[in-house]
């Protein structure tokens, strides 16, 4: 087992300088931790661009500049008691090590778009190691490979990808301020997976510090557990600090299309149609819906309207000829669609003006509200009554700035199989349904008529998705499906409760991998993959 590097001791000087900076007192319950921290640190300086404690006058704003759900940036939000920021690897192995010695709970945030807040919030002392300072990104077109630190967004990647060719693309999500980190680690898809499959699966190798402060890239961490973070969620095997990925061919030209339909122009009936028919089309094409309230032609009235979208990687004859043959109830017509860039497509995709492709290194480039998520899959079409009733739910008050996304699955998909990676949800599915309701951060009082609304969709939806188990998708997290004892042990049976929703029978292996790598469960969260022994279970004897 490789030891952390030991360091001679600093003037005691530092440790007040770094107590000062925090208005810490040496009677502080964890000022050990910033002693130990202090001394890993080469100097002043590094401290001040590291090390971020509640009095210091930046905390806040480092703090809330990646939460992206206003849900969890409450004055009842738990807060770290420390942000560390590190500027290189020896600052992450740092942290790691002081923060197990010192019994502070490590959480990781990339992005800071964890729906349940898991990467930025704690019920017990803790501390973010927040990655914003790994963003780098390196392409290599001619042998089509890319190194991304998990500290950048998604936008940055695409924009990098850009920057050096128009044919090559990732096939990754289409909101642009979500950090690699966080989707790489749950499998992550958008617009291309229908042809190339998720992010996770055009991973190739990976760079991760293990619990031992170890550094690991694919071949010394092993198969299991390179398998094992390809999908099985954040913050429990390691921290992963880049990853390699397999860049994909795209057209230099491909073709966006939107086609809205509400109520009153059979929607209801389009969206039944489109179930037996879009997870059969070609992978070059990806298409998916999204259902919301609007306003209706009626002065002061509301409907619901079912968006239909969708991305060629070819031209719009091609896509025009395809749809009127295979989907003419969509009424596709050539005024409907674009020709563009892939790059482009990215801006359209992510609701962003097309004018600029430098809005996607813009983290902030989107509004931040609250919301709830909660995600399913259909593995056979619903009947037209049960989209009537899902419909009708959007015209209810709570669903003013609600969504459905439902993305159509087969191509790629289909021929992966379920045990490829942790990610399990491959063939068999028509679509995977996620369920978003937002309101505004000075609504947070009345977050619960929100969350409530949004476990009515959920349980209205049951009868026509997935069973035993009821799949779910770990990039959506929702911690209605259970939780583990964050602090005491959590049995294999008590996590099953979720994790067999979110991985089916790869859960098994990951609790393998974790009991492995992680036998102490020191990498945890309300929902990471805990050990088959812990340091709780026999505690005492």
């Known amino acids: 087992m490789m ?73 009842a939000t738990p807060k770290p008691f420390a942000i560390i920021t590190p500027l290189k690897t020896s600052h ?18 990339s992005g800071g778009h964890d729906v349940e807040g898991l990467s930025y919030v704690s019920e017990v002392p803790f501390v973010i190691l927040d990655l914003l300072n790994f ?28 920057a050096k060719t128009n044919t090559l693309a990732f096939p990754a999500g289409m909101c642009h301020t979500v950090g690699a980190g966080g989707h790489f680690s749950g499998g992550g898809y958008g617009t291309l997976f229908r042809k190339y499959g998720l992010a996770a699966d055009n991973i190739i190798d990976a760079r991760m510090i293990d ?31 880049a990853w390699k990925i397999k860049l994909v061919p795209v057209p230099a030209v491909v073709t966006v299309f939107t086609v809205n339909k ?36 009626q002065v002061g009235m509301k409907t619901v309207q079912a968006t239909f979208r969708g991305l060629l990687l070819g031209g719009v004859n091609e896509l025009i000829t395809l749809i ?49 998520a909660k995600s399913d899959y259909v593995k056979e079409p619903i009947p037209e009554s049960g989209i009537e009733g899902l ?45 978003i309701v937002q309101w505004t951060k000075e609504e947070n009082a009345e977050s619960g008529k929100y969350i409530s609304w949004s476990r009515r969709l959920y349980s209205y939806m049951t009868p026509y998705v997935s069973k035993s188990p009821r799949e779910a998708y770990v990039n959506y997290r929702d911690l209605d499906l259970g939780i583990n004892n964050i602090n005491d042990y959590t049995s294999y049976e008590q996590a099953s409760i979720w994790g067999f929703k979110y991985f089916k029978n790869n859960f ?29 279970k026999n505690k005492g004897n």
């Not at 390196?138 to 990808?161: C, P, R």
């Not at 191509?411 to 679509?431: S, V």
Request: proline share 6%; charged share 20%.
């Open 508 to 536: 098994k292996r990951l609790v393998q991998v974790k009991t492995k790598v992680d036998p102490m469960n020191f990498f945890r969260n309300e929902q990471s993959i805990p050990p088959l022994l812990s340091p709780w």
């Open 324 to 372: 009127q043959d295979k989907f003419p109830e969509l009424g596709l017509a050539e005024e409907n669609c674009n020709e563009m860039s892939w790059i482009e497509s990215v801006l359209y995709f992510g609701g962003l003006p097309l004018q600029s492709v430098d809005i996607l290194l813009d983290k902030n480039a989107l509004p931040t509200l609250s919301l709830k």
């Open 3 to 75: 030891k952390f590097p030991q360091f001679s001791m600093l003037p005691f000087l530092m440790v007040v300088v770094i107590l000062s900076l925090s208005g810490t007192t040496l009677s502080h319950p964890h000022w050990d931790f910033l002693h130990c921290l202090s001394l890993r640190l080469a100097n002043y300086s590094t401290i001040s661009k590291v090390i971020y404690v509640q009095n210091n006058p930046s905390y806040s704003s480092v703090l809330n500049a990646s939460i992206h759900n206003t849900r969890f940036s409450t004055p």
């Open 211 to 241: 619990v031992n402060g170890r550094i690991l890239d694919r071949k010394s961490m092993g198969e299991d557990v390179f398998w094992a973070i390809r999908g099985g969620g954040g913050n429990t095997f390691g921290i992963v600090l």
């Open 92 to 109: 992450v192995r740092s942290t790691l090590y002081c923060s197990k010695k010192h019994g502070l709970q490590l959480r990781i945030r």
């Open 391 to 435: 419909m009708s739910m959007f015209l209810e008050e709570e669903a003013d700035n609600a969504v459905a996304m439902i993305p159509a699955f087969g191509g790629k998909m289909d021929e992966i199989p379920e045990n490829e990676l942790p990610y399990p949800h491959r063939a068999g599915n028509l679509f995977e349904a996620t369920y």
């Open 135 to 162: 963003r780098a990104i390196k392409v290599d077109t001619k042998n089509e490979v890319a190194w991304v630190q998990s500290g950048a967004i998604l936008g940055e990647l695409y924009y990098a990808i850009a």
């Open 262 to 297: 509400n109520l009153e122009q059979n929607a209801t009936k389009i969206f039944h149609r489109w179930q037996y028919i879009a997870h059969k089309l070609p992978d070059d094409l990806f298409m998916n819906v999204w259902i919301t309230k609007v306003n209706s032609t």
